[in-house]
């Protein structure tokens, strides 16, 4: 028997550990306290200070257990097994190396093609925000296969900044590429989609539709709006919109471990077309659709809107649009006592049901009503899968209702206790019936004699924390605040990722919530976090909570200074083939690197690409990486009481907004202009020169700077267009023989331009079908559409089609490379003959196939050959064998 509590701390390279006194709840100096290894043995020893503290540095081997000693009296923490559950707080974020280390790796666009140079930034930085001039950088390319495609070492970065280029080829393969950028001992990954895709011409844009949808709501409205890239609109162009209904179970930050859906329901996917028609002239559609029946929904569920505008040639863009749905006012939210599904006969079982609004609050006052199922039946007698077993759980003739009744929900988890007395499948459900279609949310789980043990005994004692603000500035004070008994101990620390910032006890006034003030210092930036033990002594009896309770809660800091402010000017309209400039200037004069980069709008919009942000990264959310132990859930004979949740500042659901899919399609010329970091003058000023190629639609120009701690993203969209514009459309390769015929637009933006004659003519392997001028005519500023035919040769190769575009002064021409390519497998011939001494053999080489693929190869050997290059080299190109099957 021992009187001596311990509470262990584990960061970064520190250990540290409180004893108490178990009677009193007091801190208790002069415990001895001991590490001992995996072997038992001692690692360091001291002893505890007047406020029950000692605390360690540089223990290089695993701590197996804490032991503390005093008095003949002894106690032990396991460093395994006896940690703080922290799964129902909102310590979730990014993780940071040991030393602090961090990297912020970015490209230029989201996706490449074979055959284009990635550009590949990387801005790193040491605890302190600084990283050493010169510092050797290295970077290593692997294509899908993990195999090493590129290497190179760079020493030319200022202040962490690097950018790295290295080219594919175009007949690399497509994948997820990775990227490892290595500085002395740390490695940073990145991944690199390389995908044949074509940029959009249009844009596809969703106006004024609701951000979510609520049991009120009895039919889903909005806009659909399409432009060409340049400004113009999509004026009576094809469109389409199907709407998928899709199962999103509903979710809350505050409650983690509850489920907010009915397992026993099955929601099928519902599919309906639900426009097919013109845009108007202002290349705009109205749509408004009526919500099917959505009673029967196990719980919430979203719509994925896809809306499809084409080309007048075929060729069209997409956009997606997520909308969540709630069938239901309420939502009742379950926390199974055992996450794993399974429980032991006879084990008390608190299950725990709550109700909440769409916004996660606590509805109090209202009834709900509760029904437990048990089924002997092993799933497999009767059913094919065990989720074709529990869709016909309640029908079935095996399944009988053992316990019912009603409870009223409460700002805090209502209890429902059930006892299994048999083995078996059991359902909990449970419904609200305050409405008429009220939401019913149920799990399953399996009871036996070889369960485990009900889980809950490690969340006894947590402990709900307020804090005052969402978000703190630096001299700020945070207020946190939660529940207090009387007396209690208040052990209270500040982390940070894995690090202990500061450890103290806390007294508080007397009341019944104690508020604590916490001085946000720069040091605790981005994220740190309040950590509180509530620790009352053994004897108390004034209320049947733990002996020991505790809480976590974030607080998050931002501080302005961090931020760097950039105005960049451009020209508010481009055009192609011709020089623009660029300009950046930090609003406080000081200067500045950075990278800028100029890329095609379709293009970042395939992956809806944001511009790269450093600040983002470097301030975001940390995780709490510091692991607290302690032995108060096994002190015997000590109150456990009920469980309490927390209440953290922040939203409920993130949903995927704007999901769209690469395409493959036909090759283009792409406009992806990067430029690597690069200085301001001393005043904060640069300017940077481009030449915009042959290109019509949008381009996006990107800044991305870093100096020290402080960062900036600044972004603009310029159209690229001119008076007068073409916009061909053709198919990314032909065969021969084929014929084709081109869609081209015309766009006049002037009022003044009337007649355009419109020519093409060919290089290569196509020619021309009809005639190769035609004339459209314009009494106003629009658009119009002219066809050619054309015809691929009976030969394979490139060609080019060059489309020109007349109206007195007004010129404009566009250049396409297109490949025609053979559309059957190459046939192999061979023919053998034996040769006499003195012998004269001839060989007539067939004229088959397309006119310069032809290929001969004469062999002369000793030994009749095998003639099986041709099957290796099948062998080796086809794509979904493993090495074995290709050596073997």
């Known amino acids: 028997m021992s009187d001596i509590g311990l509470t262990y701390k584990k960061g970064f390279n520190q250990e540290i550990i409180f004893a108490t006194d178990l009677i009193t709840a007091k801190p208790k100096n002069g415990v001895k306290i001991t590490l001992r290894s995996n072997q038992n043995q001692i690692l360091d020893t001291k002893t505890t200070n007047d406020e029950g503290k000692a605390e360690f540095t540089d223990i290089k081997e695993d701590i197996f257990y804490v032991e503390g000693e005093k008095d003949s009296q002894r106690s032990v923490i396991q460093t395994a097994g006896m940690e703080w559950n922290l799964s129902t707080f909102d310590t979730g974020g990014d993780d940071v ?40 950088m290295t970077i290593k390319v692997y294509n899908p296969l993990n195999q090493l495609i590129s290497e190179q070492t760079k020493k030319d970065g200022k202040e962490g900044f690097y950018s790295f280029a290295f080219n594919t080829n175009e007949n690399d393969m497509t994948g997820n590429w990775g990227v490892d950028l290595i500085a002395g001992t740390k490695t940073f990954h990145h991944s690199i989609k390389v995908e044949t895709v074509i940029p959009n011409r249009l844009k596809v844009k969703f106006d004024n539709p609701k951000k979510e949808l609520l049991s009120t709501d009895k039919s889903l409205k909005f806009n659909l709006i399409s432009t060409y890239l ?41 599919k309906e077309n639900i426009f097919k028609n013109k845009l108007n002239n202002d290349g705009k559609a109205s749509i408004s659709w009526n919500l099917p029946n959505l009673n029967k929904t196990p719980s919430a569920i979203e719509a994925d809107i896809s809306a499809k505008v084409m080309e007048r040639g075929g060729r069209d863009t997409e956009n997606n649009l997520i909308v969540p749905i709630n069938p239901y006012q309420y939502y009742v939210g379950l926390q199974n006592p055992n996450n794993n599904g399974y429980s032991k006969i006879g084990d008390n079982l608190n299950i725990k049901a709550v109700l909440l609004d769409t916004d996660g609050k606590s509805i109090k006052g209202k009834q709900l009503k509760y029904k437990i199922y048990k089924n002997n039946r092993h799933w497999w007698w009767e059913y094919d899968s065990q989720n074709k077993y529990r869709l016909h759980y309640k029908s079935d003739t095996q399944t009988e209702v053992i316990k019912e009744g009603k409870i009223i929900s409460d700002q805090k988890p209502v209890n429902i206790s059930f006892k299994p007395d048999e083995g078996g499948e059991y359902f909990v459900e449970v419904q609200d019936v305050s409405n008429l279609q009220g939401h019913i949310a149920g799990f399953f789980f399996s009871a036996s004699y070889w369960g485990e043990q009900n889980a809950s005994t490690k969340d006894d004692g947590i402990l709900s924390l307020k804090s005052d603000k969402k978000t703190y500035n630096i001299g700020d004070k945070a207020v946190i605040s939660f529940p207090i008994p009387e007396k209690a101990q208040y052990l209270i620390s500040i982390e940070k990722g894995n690090k202990i910032l500061k450890t103290y006890w806390y007294d508080p006034a007397k009341g019944k919530e104690a508020k604590v003030e916490v001085p946000v210092t720069k040091e605790m930036m981005p994220t740190s976090y309040f950590s509180v033990s509530v620790i009352q002594p053994h004897s108390q009896t ?56 100029v890329v095609d709008d379709g293009l970042l919009d395939l992956t809806n690409f944001a511009t790269p942000d450093p600040w983002k990264e470097f301030y975001k959310k940390l995780r709490l990486g510091v692991i ?24 409920d659901l993130d949903y995927r907004i704007n999901q769209q899919e690469l395409k493959k399609a036909k090759r283009f010329k792409l406009v992806s202009m990067f430029k690597a970091p690069m200085m301001t003058d001393e005043n904060g000023h640069a300017k940077v020169s481009f030449m915009m190629p042959e290109y019509l639609g949008s381009v996006r120009v990107m800044v991305t700077s870093a100096k020290g701690n402080r960062y900036a993203s600044v972004e603009k969209s310029i159209p690229v267009k001119s008076d007068l514009m073409i916009l061909p ?160």
């Not at 009576?236 to 509850?258: A, C, G, R």
């Open 97 to 136: 190396q040991d030393d602090g280390t961090r990297a912020f790796i970015y490209t230029e666009r989201g996706v490449y093609r074979p055959g284009d140079t990635i550009n590949v930034s990387i801005i790193a930085r040491n605890e302190d925000n600084t990283f050493p001039d010169n510092h050797p």
């Open 230 to 270: 340049f400004g113009n609109p999509a004026a009576n162009l094809d469109s389409e919109i199907k709407v998928t209904l899709k199962n999103s179970p509903k979710q809350f930050k505050k409650y983690p471990n509850f489920t907010f859906t009915n397992e026993s329901i099955d929601y099928k996917e519902y």
């Open 542 to 597: 004034a209320n049947d909570r733990p002996i020991r309770m505790y809480g976590v809660i974030p607080i998050n800091i931002e501080d302005s200074a961090t931020h760097q402010y950039i105005d960049l000017k451009v020209a508010s309209e481009l055009q192609a083939k011709k020089n623009f400039d660029v300009e950046i200037q930090t609003k406080d004069k000081q200067p500045t690197q950075f990278t800028i980069a």
């Open 628 to 651: 607290t132990d302690d032995l108060f859930s096994y002190v015997i004979g000590a109150n456990t009481g009920d469980i309490f949740k927390t209440f953290s500042v922040g939203g």
């Open 729 to 888: 459309t053709l198919p990314r390769v032909l065969s021969p023989l084929d014929s084709v015929v081109v869609p081209v637009t015309i766009f006049a933006t002037k009022d003044n331009i009337r007649n355009v004659n419109v020519s093409v003519k060919t290089e290569g392997a196509i020619s021309i079908d009809g005639e190769n001028t035609k004339s459209v005519s314009f009494d106003k500023a629009g658009d119009k559409d002219v066809f050619f035919k054309l015809n691929a040769m009976a030969s394979q190769g490139n060609a080019k089609i060059i489309i020109t575009a007349n109206s007195g002064n007004f010129s404009e021409s566009s250049t396409t490379e297109i490949n025609v390519r053979p559309s059957s497998p190459r046939i192999f011939q061979t023919e053998t003959k034996q040769v006499n001494p003195g012998e004269l053999v001839s060989f007539n080489i067939p004229n088959r196939g397309i006119s310069g693929s032809n290929h001969s190869i004469l062999n002369i050997s000793r030994k009749a050959k095998l003639n099986i290059n041709n099957r290796l080299e099948y062998l080796i190109d086809y794509p979904y064998g493993c090495v074995e099957q290709t050596v073997s």
